[in-house]
């Protein structure tokens, strides 16, 4: 998926765990398309899902929400999201918004591959 020309996400599977690479600046104008995206990406059931953030700049409310409610979705299933490679500022957000406490966060894909898988 892109918008505006720049890749937004891409899906790989690594040891049983779906790893969804998000990048980019995610905000408002974004949401609908990644909202689409996370329901494609994160099924109901026991699965795990982790969300590599090492390529998102930014971050804003209406993303922090879609986020939470996919997590709820996953939780109501039996399944798991897991947020992962967070930079600074991404990190700042999470910590300041409340979802850092709600969410699994690892400092890399591979730690939370391994926690998770």
Do not use: C, K
């Not at 790989?12 to 104008?29: I, K, P, Q």
């Amino acid at each position: 998926m892109t918008i505006a020309g720049e890749p937004l996400t891409s899906t790989a599977r690594h040891d049983g765990v779906d790893v969804v690479t998000l990048a980019g600046e995610l905000d408002l104008f974004s949401a609908e398309v990644l909202r689409r995206e996370l329901e494609e990406a994160v099924p109901g059931g026991r699965h795990v899902v982790v969300l590599d953030l090492a390529e998102v700049t930014f971050l804003d409310s209406t993303v922090l929400g879609l986020l939470l409610l996919a997590a709820r979705r996953m939780d109501a299933n039996g399944g798991r999201l897991v947020l992962a490679s967070a930079g600074e500022a991404v990190e700042r957000v999470l910590q300041v918004s409340g979802l850092w406490t709600y969410l699994p966060v690892h400092d890399t894909v591979g730690e939370a591959v391994a926690a998770e898988g």
